[in-house]
């Protein structure tokens, strides 16, 4: 008895020495908790009360959680805690891009992922649209938006209109084998970027024009990566079975599972039609083809006005059929087709040929615009016109059409299926979009409270898991869904009892009621019914996409085993900001001890970042200034105290100024070069970012150069008076670059070249250009989401990629134009390790350029020293016991560079080619501080 106990208690000890570790990690705090809620969890299972624990992003724990094991808790009694819902049909994201807040429609709904695309998508796009947009493929596209985030996720079709356009344009023919070739080229790279499918519209030119033949081959494509086909079938009502059926053999053909979007049987004459499809698809399944479909929640279809017309009247494209309208043979026999014909997708008959069921949404009209909500027979009344006349000025001004075509009984029917989930078929739509379509804003508010809570149609456990599990697997979001520990966290907070939608015709903007809180991997988006400005939305790529090709997954040049942790860091760093390049350079005893590259220099192209890659370096441009500056003051031809407009000759232009600003005389060389030169564009303005302005008021041709932007300041009134304080200046270092070429007769470039870059080996820098054109060989590409204006006469004012025209950088060779390597600037850096022997200034020259400023700028109101001052050409931070830390950062659309000296005689520099990142924290914050710690981690440094 003895011995069996002897064997038992070490066993026990075991257990708890191994339990431990678990119970102490159990008490770590979780990111969020939602405590009491009735949990509808997603599995159609009976609703229950409990807990959800959420940390990191994921749900972790789900039943009794206690208030003191969260970081922050939502009380959730009274209110049902569910998946997130899924918009299976939400056009785009791209709105989101330019204005998070136009989610704000999605997320009173609940909806924590939008499935985009619908014959129309974001990417491809065609080299012209590129230039605009700053992308092309779907990869850069994918890219754009992860860096800046969005407020909710997003899935991604490649539409099969897009790829028509761009091959073939709007005509009515058939494509080419090669042609055809083309367009599955196209396919291919947005599945290998991660698309989930092929979507088609095909009762809108041009994809009307398509043959089954063509759309299989496209969605062969998609697959073999394991996509699906989405449609937006050829017909929704008197051919809707044949419609289903060539959806089906598309499928087949294509071997891919099909969803159809927004299921209909429209027009009264066809609602007996929706049994019978139901059926189709249901034997479909049954034979083990994997069939899905959508709907939305409203008995009113929308679309564009112009599809009431016979397609064949677009076979020329739109512009030609709108060249032609007014003729009134044109308009009799176009009037006719819709009163007379059947056979072909005829939304007046849909709508019984009565004008006072087709509601316009937006009529693009200011001679209409009151009557947005209105029936066409009111408007037409209310102008005083004939109907039919009012309907062909709308075709002409491109309105929005809300013809009511379905019937509740169908709709009922519809999401009774348990492969029916829902859309709005609009997306993102708030901000400064305006919705036309009350779907926009109350779809999913819609369906729980009039169908499930008040017509009793389904269960609310039915509806949830239809609109967040089902929907989940169409979309191929496996990690997402239901309430259940290890999944993603996208988890909504409503209030059943109370929830409604607002939105009607005349107000379809109105946010729905009810939705308390949405959280979307794991971060409030929606707290208590308002926004907050987080945006942990990711693309959830699909299966065509290889995780092993992702930029975080990516190195170039020589691995070295002591730097092991810098892979491992710049690996998570990648990942996390969504960065697609990145450059590293580490020197240590005034030797380049490391170089990488990682990630991607140009995503289209699959080009990786190399150590011998360019990188717009933006303000670290200013050091080099600096020491070209300092160059020559040694050199006798400069003093710091020399007034600037005594080197400067701009003495007709003063005299023509109005209202010369006086003070403009007393600022020195170094109150340019310490940033006290008067002006603080936190106050006014930045002027290197004033090209057309500056340019019109010189009354020269935008953009602005160097002297045009000098000239157009002197009249500008400074913000403080020259040398009282530290303020920010691209200016002044602009001012400094005409310095030295007034000075040495050369151009800035090449004086710098000569005399600061040469000295150290440096021979690949150079200033940089705007336009992609003129991208340098080893060059990377620069990624900024969302557009600026063009500064260029010839284009001004039209829409840019914003580091591709939005601004002019060869103004900015002084302050921010170079291009640089990584391993260049750490040479740069490196030359002042030893001040005796600096190849680029005297000893006394680099104390003098890392020296403390006077007064304001660099001691506080009581006299102390600064921590952090700015000295001439570079920022310090004292670290204590006389250690002082120099560095400088740079930032520009599409760039974000860091450049540091350390107290320890090590220098690191960083290069990355996007500055956006979808998490709270800067890239270049974040990236200073992982430059020391990956520096702190190496155990042995090289000899």
């Known amino acids: 008895?003895?011995?069996?106990?002897?064997?038992?208690?070490?066993?026990?000890?075991?257990?708890?020495?191994?339990?431990?570790?678990?119970?102490?990690?159990?008490?770590?705090?979780?990111?969020?908790?939602?405590?009491?809620?009735?949990?509808?969890?997603?599995?159609?299972?009976?609703?229950?009360?409990?807990?959800?624990?959420?940390?990191?992003?994921?749900?972790v724990?789900?039943?009794?959680?206690?208030?003191?094991?969260?970081?922050?808790?939502?009380?959730?009694?009274?209110?049902?805690?569910?998946?997130?819902?899924?918009?299976?049909?939400?056009?785009?994201?791209?709105?989101?891009?330019?204005?998070?807040?136009?989610?704000?429609?999605?997320?009173?709904?609940?909806?924590?992922?939008?499935?985009?695309?619908?014959?129309?998508?974001?990417?491809?796009?065609?080299?012209?649209?590129?230039?605009?947009?700053?992308?092309?493929?779907?990869?850069?596209?994918?890219?754009?938006?992860?860096?800046?985030?969005?407020?909710?996720n997003v899935v991604q079709t490649i539409g099969h209109t897009q790829v028509r356009k761009m091959v073939l344009g709007d005509v009515e023919r058939r494509p080419s084998d090669e042609e055809l070739h083309q367009m599955q080229d196209l396919v291919r790279e947005a599945m290998e970027a991660g698309a989930i499918g092929v979507s088609t519209a095909l009762i809108y030119p041009p994809a009307i024009y398509a043959q089954t033949r063509e759309i299989a081959a496209l969605a062969q494509v998609a697959g073999e990566y394991g996509g699906r086909y989405y449609t937006h079938m050829r017909n929704e009502g008197d051919q809707l079975l044949e419609a289903i059926d060539e959806a089906l053999q598309i499928g087949r053909e294509g071997n891919t599972p099909v969803h159809i979007f927004h299921l209909k049987a429209a027009g009264q004459h066809n609602w007996g039609k929706m049994q019978l499809a139901i059926a189709r698809i249901k034997a479909a399944r049954a034979a083990g083809h994997q069939v899905t479909a959508d709907i939305y929640p409203y008995i009113n279809n929308g679309l564009g006005i112009a599809a009431l017309i016979h397609p064949r009247h677009f076979s020329q494209g739109r512009d030609q059929l709108l060249a032609k309208l007014n003729d009134p043979d044109l308009r009799a026999e176009i009037r006719a087709e819709m009163e007379t014909t059947q056979g072909w997708e005829n939304w007046f008959r849909h709508a019984g040929k009565d004008w006072n069921r087709i509601v316009i949404g937006r009529s693009n009209d200011p001679k209409y615009a009151q009557h947005d909500g209105e029936s066409v027979a009111t408007i037409?009344?209310?102008?005083?016109?004939?109907?039919?006349?009012?309907?062909?000025?709308?075709?002409?001004?491109?309105?929005?059409?809300?013809?009511?075509?379905?019937?509740?009984?169908?709709?009922?029917?519809?999401?009774?299926?348990?492969?029916?989930?829902?859309?709005?078929?609009?997306?993102?739509?708030?901000?400064?979009?305006?919705?036309?379509?009350?779907?926009?804003?109350?779809?999913?508010?819609?369906?729980?409270?009039?169908?499930?809570?008040?017509?009793?149609?389904?269960?609310?456990?039915?509806?949830?898991?239809?609109?967040?599990?089902?929907?989940?697997?169409?979309?191929?979001?496996?990690d997402r869904g239901r309430i259940a520990v290890g999944l993603a966290a996208d988890v909504i907070v409503f209030d059943y009892e109370n929830i409604v939608d607002r939105a009607d015709f005349r107000s379809p903007h109105a946010v729905s009621e009810?939705?308390?809180?949405?959280?979307?991997?794991?971060?409030?988006?929606?707290?208590?019914?308002?926004?907050?400005?987080?945006?942990?939305?990711?693309?959830?790529?699909?299966?065509?996409?290889?995780?092993?090709?992702?930029?975080?997954?990516?190195?170039?040049?020589?691995?070295?085993?002591?730097?092991?942790?810098?892979d491992r860091s710049m690996k998570e760093f990648l990942a996390e900001h969504r960065v697609p390049g990145a450059s590293i350079a580490v020197t240590h005893h005034g030797k380049v001890v490391f170089a990488r590259g990682y990630g991607y220099a140009d995503i289209a192209k699959r080009e990786q970042v190399e150590p011998e890659s360019l990188f717009r370096i933006a303000s670290i441009s200013k050091p080099i200034t600096a020491v070209a500056i300092l160059q020559l003051v040694e050199h006798g031809k400069l003093k710091l105290e020399d007034k600037v407009f005594d080197v400067l000759d701009y003495e007709d232009a003063i005299a023509k100024a109005d209202h010369f600003e006086p003070r403009l005389r007393d600022i020195t060389i170094e109150h340019l070069l310490q940033h006290r030169g008067g002006w603080d564009r936190d106050q006014s303005f930045d002027a290197m970012f004033q090209s057309v302005r500056f340019a019109e008021q010189v009354g020269v041709a935008p953009p602005a150069d160097q002297t045009t932007v000098i000239t157009a300041m002197l009249s500008q009134k400074l913000d403080f008076d020259p040398g009282e304080r530290y303020a920010y200046s691209n200016l002044g270092y602009c001012m400094l670059g005409q310095v030295i070429e007034t000075l040495t007769g050369q151009k800035y470039e090449d004086y710098v070249k000569e005399h600061v870059l040469a000295p150290i080996g440096v021979t690949d820098m150079r200033i940089g250009k705007t336009h992609l054109e003129g991208r340098a060989e080893n060059?990377?590409?620069?990624?900024?989401?969302?557009?600026?204006?063009?500064?260029?006469?010839?284009?001004?004012?039209?829409?840019?990629?914003?580091?591709?025209?939005?601004?002019?950088?060869?103004?900015?060779?002084?302050?921010?134009?170079?291009?640089?390597?990584?391993?260049?600037?750490?040479?740069?850096?490196?030359?002042?390790?030893?001040?005796?022997?600096?190849?680029?200034?005297?000893?006394?020259?680099?104390?003098?350029?890392?020296?403390?400023?006077?007064?304001?700028?660099?001691?506080?109101?009581?006299?102390?020293?600064?921590?952090?001052?700015?000295?001439?050409?570079?920022?310090?931070?004292?670290?204590?016991?006389n250690r002082v830390n120099h560095w400088h950062g740079g930032s520009l659309p599409g760039t974000s560079t860091i450049m540091i000296r350390r107290h320890d005689g090590k220098n690191f520099v960083a290069l990355l080619n996007c500055r956006q990142s979808p998490t709270p924290h800067s890239v270049s914050g974040a990236m200073d501080q992982l430059l020391h710690k990956m520096a702190n981690e190496v155990k042995q440094w090289p000899k």
């Open 514 to 566: 009810g939705m308390k809180h949405v959280i979307v991997n794991g971060r409030l988006v929606l707290k208590n019914g308002e926004m907050t400005d987080a945006t942990p939305g990711r693309v959830l790529r699909g299966p065509g996409y290889r995780e092993e090709i992702a930029p975080y997954n990516l190195a170039s040049g020589d691995g070295d085993p002591q730097f092991v942790n810098y």
């Open 779 to 881: 060059e990377v590409r620069y990624y900024h989401s969302g557009t600026g204006e063009s500064v260029f006469a010839g284009s001004v004012n039209e829409r840019v990629p914003h580091p591709y025209g939005a601004w002019y950088l060869e103004a900015m060779d002084s302050h921010g134009g170079w291009l640089a390597t990584a391993t260049d600037l750490a040479k740069f850096a490196m030359a002042f390790d030893d001040p005796d022997h600096c190849p680029l200034l005297k000893r006394s020259s680099i104390e003098k350029m890392y020296a403390r400023p006077e007064g304001r700028a660099g001691h506080e109101e009581d006299g102390s020293e600064k921590a952090r001052y700015y000295s001439l050409g570079w920022s310090n931070r004292n670290i204590g016991d």
């Open 61 to 152: 724990r789900i039943g009794n959680i206690p208030q003191q094991d969260a970081s922050e808790v939502i009380d959730a009694n009274g209110l049902v805690v569910a998946p997130g819902f899924i918009d299976m049909m939400g056009q785009t994201a791209s709105p989101m891009v330019e204005n998070p807040k136009t989610a704000i429609n999605l997320l009173t709904q609940g909806i924590t992922t939008i499935n985009a695309g619908e014959g129309g998508s974001a990417a491809p796009l065609s080299d012209d649209d590129g230039l605009r947009y700053g992308y092309t493929t779907m990869a850069e596209y994918f890219s754009l938006i992860e860096s800046h985030g969005l407020p909710v």
């Open 1 to 59: 008895m003895t011995k069996r106990l002897h064997t038992v208690v070490p066993l026990l000890l075991m257990i708890i020495v191994v339990a431990n570790p678990l119970s102490a990690e159990d008490q770590k705090p979780l990111d969020l908790v939602i405590k009491g809620g009735r949990i509808v969890d997603g599995s159609g299972a009976p609703w229950y009360f409990g807990d959800v624990g959420i940390d990191d992003g994921k749900i």
């Open 380 to 478: 037409a009344t209310a102008c005083q016109e004939d109907p039919w006349d009012t309907f062909f000025s709308l075709v002409r001004s491109g309105a929005f059409a809300l013809p009511q075509t379905m019937s509740d009984a169908n709709k009922i029917l519809a999401m009774q299926q348990e492969f029916v989930s829902f859309c709005t078929d609009v997306g993102p739509a708030g901000g400064d979009r305006a919705a036309s379509h009350p779907r926009a804003y109350g779809a999913f508010p819609r369906m729980l409270s009039r169908y499930v809570r008040d017509l009793g149609a389904i269960s609310l456990e039915r509806a949830v898991s239809q609109a967040s599990a089902a929907a989940a697997n169409d979309i191929l979001a496996y």
